[in-house]
């Protein structure tokens, strides 16, 4: 069967169909090609042949032609575009050319570098095997069997090191290696990096925010250490779809380069649904599950013998989606037409893809996926990066991946070659889905979002420096990237005064016994792991592991924890020894962990009196404990049960900038009903009507029909409270309903109301990183109408995610006049009637948008009366 089939099929079916708000269909592109260069090496020219591959890619050629020019080139192309072969070729026919020439590939996960290892060693095969039937000199013969390649990372046995920095040409490795592995101890690395030609950082686009800060500056101390060896290295860069590839590549090198962003690459028609799920209860404006209709297409697809990719939100998500999947397999609605053995066989045939699986079981998945024996993987956006995975003909989207960029990276994962493909975006509930859902416009309309890193922040940059100079004494005048020697020796005083650098003779040199490399994590504030183990015969065997930050959700006690939809039940975690410990199981529900937050001041550095209130920054302890979990029905979502648990509390201490919002300003707002923030007040006759409305719903939920358990299930109000001028409207009993406290956080969802507060803290959220130069996920938001850390007053707090802080909070503080003058122009120019993503923030779909209200309190924050 066909994708056509499929679609026409899907036309078809009124409860497929009524769904889709949007289906766009992109047009095919046709390939412009162009032949080999003619001073390409013969050997590359020959293995190309037998390959089938008789010309290049304009892009490709235009690589080249730079390359030939020794100019640093960035490539902006599309998914499978063939950005690596543009790059091989050159280097590979330089390497090829010259005995001593040594090339570095930079990748930011592991697993990309696998991938490269093993196109490259292909490649690399076929021209030894061809060098007998070439007629070639006895010196190139002997070049081609000199190209030897390594994978030098995390994984790479210690054993095995040492031969691959003697006779690897090419190094395949990430930054983190790079950055504690091979520059502090360089010596080891002296033949190669004096013969370093090429360096191949690969998807920059995953070099933003903090993580690109640091990488920016692990390059500068990988160009001081090629410059102490006397070689001068030429740069590939590639990149998916952003809006500033050049920009972003300029600060990540600090040199000139030059885009080649003329995909010349052919590509099929692409097939782009919006979806959004059928309504469930009109009176509430419950949508069916996303997860559900995501595995509900997912079934028809694999019905077609359409191979596909299901990206999804999180590793919960993704192993709920697998057992979906696979339990509806064998009783799915056409499995009357298949037969049901086969069925079941082809069960093995999708697999999940995610963080904490083993290498080895993603490297046989990636496999199974080029082969076609793989034709379903749920993924999360792990395989949204550049790894091979083979021509996918469908990628579903389990809720909108929370950026323009990433949204048009997974969906490039479908339509390799000149066949065409289908990409469906499944909406979710939330408000910014249902935005997009019915404003497709918005997405399609609209250009990727910047890519954005700061080198020069300060707490990063005197890091690096301190690395640098271990690895090498800075000479008086010295540079460091693009810093003045000025500026560097104004950092270097800091460092004498705090006494690991002292400067002798003209020269700076590293004192202190430590390895500081040590001390900086580029990615995750810690680097723990908790590995998870099964029993197996009469010991325990690792199947998996999760960052220790995230073991009290995903592995606390009790907890059903989900491994290619396989069962267990953990019954114990020790979070000292690092080592969670599971059992088999089979039970009928699943769990979600019961988690509460609170952010606390430890110290205050600063603060400010401003109009509508007050600013300041300083240290505070973000707190997340996870107190307990939920039993929850599969398919069904009913609850089945609750524990508690009594685990440490995690605290994140860093920096914060907050705004209080003094209560003459409230008052204002309030008395011109631009204030929604208090706290409900219900009414004399709220218990009596809600103890009615529960007896007349007979004590059970009116979405899932699920019983009272433990707990009174809550009620509420289909028209919200809010919207009334009197309580005894309000609590009338046709407008009360009885709901578990599950279907009830789906249904405030849905019916949303955005204040001013939450309006305007989602605009500094989004507004911040564009003054830092950082990316939205380095800021954390938190904003409450009474406030501890403001007093009681209502309080909208940023706060860095990465510990201690890096100076973004003492920035904000400094420029907060800036942001809500800026927050004002958004919402301002906005052309939306009551709040949308770019502004405010959506409502819920069928809630209150919060733009008036927003407008009203950024007004007094910048002028005196809200009337002025």
């Known amino acids: 069967m066909s994708l056509n089939q499929l679609l026409s099929h899907w036309r078809a079916e009124s409860t497929i169909y009524s769904n889709i708000t949007e289906w766009r269909n992109i047009d095919a592109r046709f390939a412009r090609l162009t032949s080999f260069p003619e001073d390409m090496h013969p050997a590359l020219v020959k293995i190309l042949d037998q390959r089938g591959i008789s010309s290049l890619y304009e892009h490709q050629l235009s690589t080249w032609n730079h390359t030939k020019k020794s100019e640093n080139v960035i490539l902006a192309t599309g998914t499978a575009s063939g950005k690596s072969f543009a790059y091989n070729l050159p280097i590979l026919d330089a390497l090829l050319r010259d005995e001593k020439a040594r090339a570095l590939y930079i990748f930011p996960t592991k697993a990309l ?14 021209i030894s095997e061809l060098n007998t039937h070439i007629n070639l000199p006895q010196s190139s013969n002997q070049l081609i069997h000199s190209i030897k390649i390594g994978v030098y990372d995390g994984d790479t046995k210690q054993k095995d090191r040492p031969k691959i920095r003697e006779h690897a040409r090419i190094i395949l490795s990430n930054p983190d290696m790079l950055h504690m592995g091979i520059l502090p101890h360089h010596t080891r690395w002296a033949e190669f990096f004096a013969n370093l030609k090429f360096i191949v950082i690969d998807e920059i686009h995953a070099y933003r925010g903090v993580f690109g800060s640091h990488v920016a500056n692990v390059f500068r101390r990988l160009r001081r250490i090629t410059d102490f060896y006397g ?67 997912a079934e028809d697809l694999f019905y077609y013998d359409i191979q596909t990719i299901i990206f999804g939100r999180s590793r919960r998500n993704i192993e709920l989606i697998l057992t979906y999947l696979r339990q509806s397999l064998p009783s799915g609605r056409w499995n009357q037409s298949v037969n049901r053995s086969e069925i079941i066989n082809n069960i093995k045939s999708i697999r999940g893809y995610r963080s904490g699986y083993l290498p080895a079981e993603r490297r046989a998945i990636e496999a199974g996926l080029r082969t076609g024996k793989v034709k379903t993987v749920v993924a999360t956006n792990a395989l949204e990066l550049g790894i091979d995975i083979g021509a996918m003909g469908a990628s579903i989207l389990a809720g909108y ?10 969906a490039g994962r479908a339509g390799r070659g000149d066949d065409p493909s289908l990409v469906v975006m499944v909406a979710s509930s939330s408000p ?9 416009g918005y997405f399609f309309d609209r250009s990727p979002e910047k890519a954005l890193i700061n080198p020069d922040n300060l707490l990063i940059l005197l890091a690096h420096l301190r690395c640098a100079l271990f690895e090498l004494p800075f000479q008086a005048g010295e540079n460091f990237g693009e810093l003045t020697p000025e500026q560097v020796q104004e950092f270097f005083e800091l460092l004498i005064a705090e006494g690991v650098a002292h400067e002798s003779g003209g020269k700076y040199f590293w004192l202190a016994d430590r390895y500081p490399a040590d001390n900086i994590s580029l990615r995750v504030a810690s680097p723990m792991k908790i590995l998870i183990q099964i029993p197996q015969e009469e010991s325990w065997v690792t199947i998996g592991e999760v960052d220790y930050e995230s073991s009290s959700w995903l592995v606390h006690p009790h907890a059903i924890y989900l491994q290619e939809s396989e069962m267990f039940l953990v019954t114990s975690l020790d979070l000292e020894k ?10 009928d529900y699943y769990t979600v962990p019961k988690v509460n937050t609170s952010i606390e001041t430890i110290a205050i550095f600063a603060n400010q009196a401003v109009r509508g209130g007050e600013i300041s920054y300083g240290e505070v302890s973000v707190i997340s404990k996870v107190t307990g979990f939920r039993q929850v029905k599969w398919f069904t979502h009913e609850q089945l049960g609750f524990g508690d648990l009594d685990l440490p509390q995690q605290e994140l201490h860093t920096m914060g900038f907050w705004l209080s919002i003094d209560q003459e300003t409230v008052e204002q707002l309030r008395q011109n009903g631009l204030w929604s923030s208090d706290p409900n007040r219900y009414g004399s006759n709220w218990i009596e009507q ?33 919207q009334f001028q ?22 405030e969802t849905v019916v949303k109301l955005r204040s001013g507060l939450s309006g305007l803290a989602y605009l500094l959220n989004n507004i911040a990183p564009l003054f830092l130069m950082c990316d939205s996920r380095d800021l954390g938001v938190y904003s409450e109408p009474q406030s501890q850390i403001a007093h009681g007053n209502p309080a909208i707090v940023l706060f860095e995610r990465i510990p201690a802080g890096i100076g973004f909070s003492q920035r904000l503080f400094e420029i907060h006049n800036s942001l809500v003058l800026s927050a004002s122009d958004v919402v301002e120019s906005c052309k939306c009637r009551d709040g949308c993503p770019s502004c405010v923030g959506p409502a819920g779909e069928i809630g209150i948008g919060g733009k008036k209200e927003t407008s009203a309190l950024i007004a007094l924050l910048k002028e005196r009366n809200i009337n002025s």
Do not use: M
């Open 113 to 126: 570098s696998q991938d490269q290892f093993n196109e490259l060693s292909i490649t690399l095969e076929g």
């Open 231 to 297: 070689s001068n290295p030429q740069f590939f860069l590639t990149s998916a779809t952003i809006a500033n590839p050049v920009e972003l590549g300029r600060k990540l090198i600090e040199e000139p380069v030059q885009l080649v962003d003329q995909d010349g690459s052919s590509r099929g028609k692409t097939n782009f649904i919006i979806y959004n799920p059928p309504i469930v209860n009109e009176d509430l404006g419950l949508r069916r599950s996303s997860l559900l209709e995501s595995v509900r297409l």
């Open 401 to 410: 991946p929370g950026s323009i960029a990433s949204t048009w990276q997974q």
């Open 432 to 440: 910014l889905d249902q935005f997009l859902a019915h404003n497709p």
């Open 578 to 587: 690092g080592i969670a410990r599971l059992q088999p199981t089979d039970v």
């Open 690 to 722: 809600r103890n009615l409305a529960r007896a007349r719903d007979n004590y059970q939920c009116q979405v899932c029909g699920n019983s009272e358990i433990e707990r009174e299930h809550d009620v509420h109000h289909k028209t919200p409270f809010r």
């Open 726 to 747: 009197s309580f005894l409207e309000a609590n009338q009993l046709q407008n009360l309903i009885t709901l578990c406290p599950t279907c009830h956080r789906r249904v």
